[in-house]
């Protein structure tokens, strides 16, 4: 039986529900040398977390950027365990108010790690309030209302914030300037991926073969989290229509069943290249006529479909639409037709 319902569609996006964060607490590495891949972050990280210790103080404030599933949350549980303190972990839409900020880091401990999740996302007081508070260790506390207001100062014990952002570039400068280390997360290549699924499939206790590995890396994305999500649709088909060894022979038919094929698209993917190979010629076409042609709206397929579709250049986004690259159609099974300068939408 699977371990969360996923459909086709989801299985190769790079987000997740809390259903599946709770199934991949059991295959996060604890410490820095058991973290596979981003070797200069790792690197970089491991000089700044080892200096503070020897130190005896908290580390500076980090920012980790990238991707969503490139594993920001389980590098911020590793520094808080690398320094052996305590994480508390909240995400900026959860706070609404500066109050529910300051609620916060006034009951945090010496040393104590603060994992603020989506923080481009904090309401703009917030934002405020945790300048002072990274910067000085400092809240100021508003008693009263109206003219009779006034700010009390409360010290704060020194803390390490750990912020992690998908759109670095939505982060204000005042923001940004305040951490001391900005590590950038990068995709990961197969071969990295590959020793995710071999740890995995270990503390899974399920026998992975090298060849599963190398195929299901494959069709990651680049990804570890559509990587771990796969290796257990692949488990599931193993335990349900195979002889639970997860074989190639099970890889490639337990991909085939969630429709992830050789480059990791899923039919979502396949739908736009075929729109727009097949009805609009390879385009350009614009956005919404393409969306309507697939049965999507338009922000699902310029945020779901379109970023790795542009990253495996197999789309490319021009001023006057979208068009299909030679790999496209060559993905297709498909003969690209002479250029066009045909608008579509």
């Not at 990961?188 to 073969?209: N, T």
Request: negative net charge.
């Amino acid at each position: 039986m699977a371990d969360e319902a996923l459909d086709a569609e989801s299985v190769v996006r790079p987000g997740a529900d809390e259903l599946e964060r709770a199934a991949e607490a059991a295959l996060r590495p604890r410490h820095l040398d058991e973290f596979v891949g981003q070797k200069v972050v790792r690197e970089q990280l491991s000089l700044v977390l080892e200096a503070a210790v020897g130190r005896g103080r908290a580390p500076d404030h980090v920012l980790l950027s990238g991707p969503p599933g490139l594993g920001k949350t389980t590098l911020a549980m590793i520094i808080a365990a690398e320094l052996g303190t305590s994480l508390r972990v909240t995400s900026g839409p959860a706070i609404q108010h500066a109050g529910d900020l300051a609620a916060i880091l006034s009951s945090l401990e010496e040393g104590e790690v603060l994992f603020l999740d989506e923080i481009h996302r904090l309401a703009r007081p917030a934002e405020e309030l945790l300048y002072v508070a990274m910067e000085d260790f400092r809240v100021d506390v508003v008693v009263g209302k109206g003219a009779g207001a006034s700010a009390i100062p409360l010290a704060l014990p020194p803390f390490t914030v750990v912020g992690a952002t998908t759109r670095a570039g939505l982060l204000p400068a005042p923001l940004r300037d305040r951490f001391g280390f900005t590590g950038h997360l990068d995709f990961y290549a197969d071969d990295e991926l590959e020793k995710v699924l071999l740890r995995s499939a270990g503390l899974l206790g399920v026998p992975l073969a090298h060849e599963a590995a190398a195929e299901i890396a494959s069709r990651s994305r680049g990804t570890p989290r559509i990587a771990n999500r796969l290796l257990r649709r692949v488990r599931d088909w193993a335990q349900v229509r195979g002889d639970g060894t997860l074989s190639l022979a099970a890889a490639r038919s337990a991909l085939e069943v969630y429709e992830v094929d050789r480059l990791g698209l899923d039919r979502l993917d396949r739908a736009v290249l075929t729109a727009l190979c097949t009805r609009f010629g390879g385009g350009p076409v614009g956005l919404t006529t393409l969306a309507v042609a697939v049965g999507e709206e338009p922000e699902t397929v310029e945020t779901v479909a379109e970023p790795f579709l542009v990253r495996e250049g197999l789309i490319g986004r021009t001023p006057r639409g979208r068009v299909a690259t030679a790999d496209a159609w060559a993905h297709l099974g498909l003969d690209a037709p002479a250029p066009s300068g045909t608008l579509f939408g």
